[in-house]
């Protein structure tokens, strides 16, 4: 008598906190590999705050591999250039090809994308068609009861899961727990950012290049958004205030108050900065390093894991591999051993998110070098921003999935 069939086994579980770049990348990257998460997205509707994300090759190559790509095109500017400008002058210190002459391509083999946060939230959200997607969806509680997840919402919904993923951001509620405590901090420094139509900016040369203006205490970065390269963000960095009062990351300042770091600067920086109304200050936040990850059946990625200092434009990027990770670990049998899975998980993405994080705090120090450091240690920093693409080059080549097919191949065999 043939022994009766085993039992099918159960669809995995996903419960995803946060429906964000990482929360709906991680969809779709489960998806194309069959599996499914439930995303759980405390706003009403899906409209980031800020203005917009540079993506680089580790992202963009991800995101065309989830069939993206032409989308994702369609609402990007390429910058033609990344340019390291004198702020008070204007003068060019270093410059290094990006869409010219295809060189950015060639060497890392994807695009480097400036695009709105709410653009690349559309392509993103329109290729998972709301698929799982549930808007309105507070985490109030977690708890673990064996092996399952128990998640309450502010809205009394209450759900199961068997693994839970907290792309929740900087103020993480799934952090909360699995550490016990808050561990995000004020970094000392603020910003002020927009959106202006390239119209209004008449002094801008090489418009369509990713500049930073260097300059004492303060640096202005800013690249042109959308289809037809029609707007430019910005995102003018200062020091201080010295301390952050306030419980949200934004607070009000009085008028005039951000021109203040950026006195006698070149026109063209002044003229940006002014070209919108400034009414409120972004204080930059990071996330102290973790010991751990994850506990029990939940984990973390992106902000929530590692908040970082946005002066390598990483943020985003490192999220999305993060979700990339993920999804390719679960796939490669991960899903049959979730401790296992988090823990390979928490090896391949702590030492490179922190290298990142104490990177982007040091080239903070070399934006905002003081008149102090003289002419020679001025040169020092020109002579880095030279090299700019042979020191950070290892930040854009990553491959996050081949990072996970070396990991699976390197484990040793089941006897």
């Known amino acids: 008598m043939p022994s009766p ?49 540079a993506l680089s090759a580790n992202a963009t190559r991800e995101l065309a591999r989830l069939g993206l790509g032409p989308a994702l095109a369609a609402v990007s500017t390429e910058p033609t250039e990344l340019i390291f400008r004198d702020g008070r002058s204007g003068a060019r ?15 890392f083999g994807a695009p480097y994308y400036g695009v709105h946060r709410a653009d690349l939230q559309k392509v993103l959200s329109g290729g998972l068609a ?4 549930h808007l309105g969806h507070r985490l109030a509680a977690l708890d673990q009861n064996g092996d399952v997840m128990a998640l309450t919402f502010a809205n009394g919904v209450e759900v199961e ?38 119209g209004l900016l008449p002094s801008l040369t ?15 970065l800013h690249y042109a958004i959308g289809g037809e390269a029609d707007s430019v963000n910005f995102f003018a960095v200062v020091e201080g205030p010295e301390t952050w009062t306030s419980e949200r990351w934004l607070t009000g300042i009085a008028a005039g108050e951000h021109r203040a770091g950026f006195a006698g600067w070149h026109p063209a920086v002044i003229e940006m900065i002014d070209a919108i109304p400034q009414t409120q200050r972004w204080g930059l936040f990071v996330t102290d390093p973790l010991r751990r990850w994850h506990r029990g059946r939940a984990v973390l990625m992106g902000d929530s894991a590692h908040a970082m200092l946005p002066h390598h434009g990483q943020g985003a990027n ?16 991960g899903a049959r051993d979730l ?11 702590r030492t490179r998110t922190r290298t990142i994080q104490r990177s982007a705090w040091a080239t903070n120090r070399l934006l905002h070098l003081p008149d102090s450091i003289g002419p020679e240690g001025l040169a020092r920093r020109d002579a880095r921003m030279a090299r700019f693409p042979e020191d950070f080059g290892w930040i854009h080549a990553f491959d996050a999935r081949d990072a996970v097919a070396e990991a699976v191949a390197a484990e040793p065999r089941a006897a």
């Open 5 to 53: 069939s085993p039992a099918p086994r159960k669809p995995l579980r996903v419960a995803v906190i946060g429906g964000g770049i990482g929360g709906l990348t991680l969809g779709l990257a489960l998806r194309a590999h069959g599996l499914r998460a439930e995303i759980y997205e405390q706003a009403a509707e899906l409209a980031e705050i800020g203005a917009a994300v």
């Open 93 to 107: 210190i270093a410059a290094h090809p990006v869409r010219d002459g295809g060189a950015y391509r060639t060497r």
């Open 130 to 133: 709301g698929e799982g997607l």
């Open 161 to 198: 899961a068997d693994l839970v993923i907290g792309g929740d951001g900087v103020r993480s509620a799934v952090r909360r727990w699995i550490t016990g405590g808050e561990r995000v901090r004020y970094s000392g420094t603020s910003a002020f950012r927009g959106v202006v139509p390239m």
């Open 206 to 220: 090489d418009p369509e290049a990713i500049q930073f203006w260097m300059g004492p205490d303060a640096h202005l």
């Open 318 to 333: 490192t999220t999305i591999e993060d979700a990339v990770t993920l999804a390719e670990l679960l796939a490669a049998g």
């Open 339 to 349: 401790d296992g899975m988090m823990r390979r998980y928490q090896a391949l993405r």
